[in-house]
């Protein structure tokens, strides 16, 4: 029986990224957040999460003293993928909106966070995006994706020897796959198992014809070829962008979306590779929202889900370019260990002691305690919130995201304020009155600051529909950078200090700091 038993607030805030679960940790690279700048080329960040202690630290840039130092670390890029062979991770394909795609092998030491560029030779696979890559002993296998130098889809399959570090294109056997991008290959035991994914019902050129495959395609390494699939009576929706892993030998899927349908999902669907059927699957606990491009990663028996983009509530349109990203967090718990005492007698209930019996110690019960109960060790797993302004680790604070949450403080400063106001017409006492008086002052000063930061909410707001609606238009959005933005609060600081008829006062002011400034920088000369 499976719970969503943890739910965390605060992370980054990362849509379309790559993640590996290392031991009890989490190591996430890249990705993108709406309204970033991505055309600066800089590092790749690099977010680790402590599933025990469930808190989030950034590892520092990288420092670089030469160009040659620069190259071995990957600049910032989404849609590229990431596997772990040893005790090295090895990142590979995505874009950048600067430099395009890319087909550079990076690889990260996970003991001493140091990046490095293998060598490699072969048939290296064309720059792409959202590719797959999964691992089977020590070679990397990568498949599908968007090529950028063909301008298609691909169905190739494309192999990496880490231990000679030499390509290799797969001259596979069989119907391959359909051409396709942002589907998902897992390993089950020597097999590939390749699902959804956004194909074009001609071929492999994109022509706005897009199709989403809902069936599973089977690879076999051992044999390279393609196997034929039986077809299955139940079958999930198509859908690409979504997250896959195995556990117990049986293929999982969750979320993702469907352009056709122009509908996210949060649906978590059960595939038995043995018996080729899908099985819907109902988690206890609240889980995640719809959405598209997170990253699922397994440590142990949970499955760790963060980050991802769906449809924003505030807007209420829905569609491709009214999208909010996540920073947040979910466990999916396998352990029976998180059912609570009740939950656990339903279930003996429901399947049996002796299924119960091999369910919960792995081995079948002895005939002498048929009837006997021994539960596992019980624990209740409970949902955890931190708030990013006292927990450093929790990730980066967003106020939107603060502001939204705690609006019912609104109504209680006004009434703090009215209280504050009262008090101050009763009092007779000077120095509780000007007490009185200063703190109505700070909160009065905190409103204004309050509704300017409101104000630029909005506008940011505004700048970004504008940019929708230029990329449903065709053209290439814009962003502006900080110091455009800087010029513009000035320019608007000055226009509200000419209106009010505070200018003058103002610049008086500025002079007066400015000329003290420069008196302390003037050379002190003393007379002799």
């Not at 680790?48 to 003293?65: D, G």
């Not at 090895?90 to 990076?106: F, H, M, P, Q, S």
């Not at 030491?109 to 293998?118: A, E, G, L």
């Amino acid at each position: 029986m499976l719970r969503w038993t943890v739910h965390l607030e605060g992370g980054p805030r990362r849509v379309n990224h790559a993640a590996v679960a290392v031991g009890h940790k989490v190591y996430s690279f890249g990705g993108y957040c709406s309204g970033e700048d991505y055309e600066t080329l800089r590092q790749i960040d690099v977010h680790v999460f402590n599933a025990v202690s469930l808190r989030w630290t950034k590892l520092p840039p990288v420092w670089t003293n030469s160009r040659d130092h620069v190259r071995e670390v990957p600049y910032m890029r989404y849609g590229h993928s990431a596997v772990l062979i040893d005790d090295t991770i090895y990142i590979w394909g995505g874009r950048n909106d600067t430099e395009g795609a890319c087909n550079v092998l990076y690889a990260f030491d996970v003991s001493t966070h140091k990046w490095f560029t293998p060598k490699v030779s072969g048939m290296v696979p064309g720059a792409r995006d959202g590719h797959s890559a999964c691992v089977l002993r020590k070679s990397m296998y990568i498949f599908g994706g968007y090529e950028q130098l063909a301008d298609c889809f691909s169905n190739d399959i494309h192999k990496l020897d880490t231990n000679s570090m030499i390509w290799t294109l797969i001259s596979a056997k069989g119907t391959p796959a359909r051409w396709r991008d942002f589907h998902s290959a897992t390993i089950i035991g020597t097999k590939m198992f390749v699902f959804g994914g956004r194909a074009d019902r001609f071929g492999p050129f994109h022509s706005n014809n897009e199709i989403y495959c809902n069936r599973i395609k089977v690879f076999d390494t051992e044999t390279n070829s393609w196997l034929d699939s039986p077809p299955t009576p139940v079958l999930p929706e198509g859908r690409r962008s979504h997250s896959a892993f195995c556990y117990n030998g049986e293929l999982y899927v969750f979320g993702g979306y469907n352009a056709r349908l122009n509908r996210h999902f949060h649906d978590l669907w059960k595939f038995d590779p043995v018996s080729f059927s899908w099985r819907k699957i109902e988690p206890k606990g609240k889980g995640p929202c719809p959405r598209r491009r997170q990253c699922c990663c397994r440590v142990g028996d949970k499955i760790i889900l963060f980050g991802g983009t769906s449809p924003s509530p505030e807007e209420g349109m829905g569609d491709e370019f009214d999208l909010m990203d996540h920073s947040d967090l979910y466990i999916l718990d396998f352990n029976l260990s998180s059912l609570s005492f009740e939950e656990l007698l339903q279930l003996r209930n429901r399947v049996g002691t002796k299924a119960y019996q091999q369910m919960t110690c792995g081995k079948k019960a002895p005939n002498h305690t048929k009837a006997a109960f021994r539960g596992p060790h019980l624990c209740y797993s409970l949902q955890v919130h931190r708030d990013p302004r006292f927990d450093d680790l929790s990730g980066e604070y967003s106020p939107e995201v603060f502001e939204k949450m705690y609006s019912f403080l609104n109504s209680i400063k006004e009434r703090e304020k009215e209280i504050v106001q009262k008090q101050l017409k009763k009092s007779r006492n000077a120095e509780q009155q000007e007490n009185l008086k200063q703190l109505l002052k700070r909160m009065t000063q905190q409103e204004v600051a309050q509704k300017d930061r409101q104000r630029r909410r909005e506008k940011e707001l505004a700048l970004k529909k504008q940019q929708r609606e230029q990329a449903q238009q065709g053209r290439k959005p814009f962003y502006l950078k900080k110091s455009e933005k800087r010029k513009l609060e000035l320019a608007e600081k000055y226009a509200e200090l000419k209106r009010s008829g505070k200018l003058e006062s103002f610049l008086s002011k500025k002079r007066k700091r400015n000329a003290i400034k420069d008196r302390r920088r003037l050379p002190f000369r003393k007379d002799m």
